[in-house]
């Protein structure tokens, strides 16, 4: 499970605080900025908990010259919402676009409502695609709106969308619930110019998912309390697997993970698995290995990782193993190079986040952005080599 970015850890001009330094210290940001003076609305009821609770990719570089960091604002204009989207509650879905050379707004917009789920996800070239709530747009990198659409909602849990590491592949997940069969989950794989499915799966319900360009791993809803077990979908195959399972029951990649007891899988790219995820391991997976275990017994792994868009770096966030996960006092943010085989960048995370932790790569692996509540950071990393 994504613990460690999903629960509350403690029970246009616009004249913001900006800070950009050149520094030898890698630690030290090259940009800060209070997003409550570009209108960044703290929760303060139950449902505005929830809001933060589903948005995902609250920090998203479209390129390597244009980070986007959502978040939900006042609408200052309350009325009555219409059938093309257009906001009228009292909080709307809104994201800012930073230049990370120079920390300025590059522009800014509101989507909609705020809803339970609310993203924004960037494709291989710099466009990118928004929902919020039933309501999902397509964008050029320039913002220029290419498509928008209203979902259909069969229940009451709207679809969730997922890019691949890639940004070349957009998936789409849809929850239901069978009288005989019980929870399910409706995987589509959808054309990213026209958000048109082009293939179907339905498997058991999903309790985690990641994706990469070809596959989707999953883990049951149903198997709370036991092991993880990845299950897998294989876009391109052309027979049905034998056994839906990622690795045999009996191998050694599945006892290693049983062993690890970790909880959740995160693709980093098309060839790349890390199994981690409220343990001491980070377990990295491939063509079915285990190339890398970083295994430090005094941390406790994050579920949640964001890799570079060229598949050679992830960020992660760990916590003191020390601290319950309900109440965690210490916690790190850490950069790993695949590469080079080791963490390349840790700093404590300070002030500890309230109600949201996010965290995003530059596409070139270059750049470190993250979001604690209502400020952001960005460090330059050393280059790859």
Same mark, same amino acid.
């Given at each position: ?24 210290? #890698? ?124 979902? #259909?909602?069969?229940? #009451? ?33 959808? #054309? ?194």
């Amino acid at each position: 499970m994504r613990w460690l970015t999903r629960i509350l850890l403690l029970s246009s001009t616009v004249a913001f605080s900006m800070v950009s330094l050149l520094c030898a210290d #890698d630690r030290v940001p090259v940009l800060s900025a209070d997003l409550r003076t570009l209108g960044y609305l703290p929760p303060v009821a139950d449902r505005d908990v929830r809001y933060y609770y589903f948005l995902r990719g609250a920090v998203t570089f479209l390129d390597n010259q244009t980070l986007a960091v959502s978040f939900f604002k006042k609408n200052e204009h309350p009325g009555l919402s219409r059938r093309d989207g257009s906001p009228g509650s009292a909080v709307v879905f809104h994201t800012v676009f930073f230049d990370p050379a120079t920390g300025r707004v590059r522009d800014q917009r509101t989507w909609g409502n705020a809803a339970n789920s609310t993203t924004l996800q960037a494709f291989h070239d710099g466009s990118f695609f928004v929902q919020d709530g039933e309501w999902v747009r397509l964008y050029s990198n320039d913002l220029q709106e290419n498509l928008k659409r209203n979902v #259909d909602v069969p229940g #009451d849990i709207p679809p969730r969308f997922t890019v691949s590491p890639s940004g070349r592949v957009l998936y789409e997940f849809q929850e239901a619930y069978d009288a005989k069969r019980g929870w399910l989950t409706r995987i589509d794989l959808l #054309d990213t110019a026209s958000l048109v499915s082009k293939q179907v799966k339905v498997t058991p319900g999903h309790r985690d998912d990641t994706v990469n360009d070809t596959q989707v791993v999953y883990s049951l809803a149903a198997a709370v309390d036991v092991p993880l077990r990845p299950f897998v979908y294989r876009v391109n195959d052309s027979e049905p697997a034998k056994s839906p399972q990622l690795f045999g029951p009996n191998s050694y990649m599945a006892k290693d993970i049983a062993e690890s007891r970790c909880k959740s899988a995160a693709f980093v790219s098309n060839s790349v698995l890390v199994v981690t995820g409220d343990c001491p391991h980070l377990l990295l997976i491939m063509a079915g290995r285990k190339i890398a275990d970083v295994y430090a017994p005094e941390y406790r792994f994050g579920g949640e990782i964001q890799p570079s868009r060229d598949g050679r770096r992830f960020a992660f966030a760990r916590a003191n193993a020390n601290d319950p996960p309900t109440r965690v006092r210490n916690m790190e943010l850490c950069v790993y190079d695949l590469a080079d085989k080791r963490i390349i960048f840790s700093l404590p995370i300070s002030p500890l986040p309230q109600h949201k932790l996010a965290f995003a790569l530059s596409p070139d692996g270059s750049l470190l952005a993250a979001q604690t509540d209502g400020f952001l950071y960005m460090w330059r990393l050393s280059s790859p080599q």
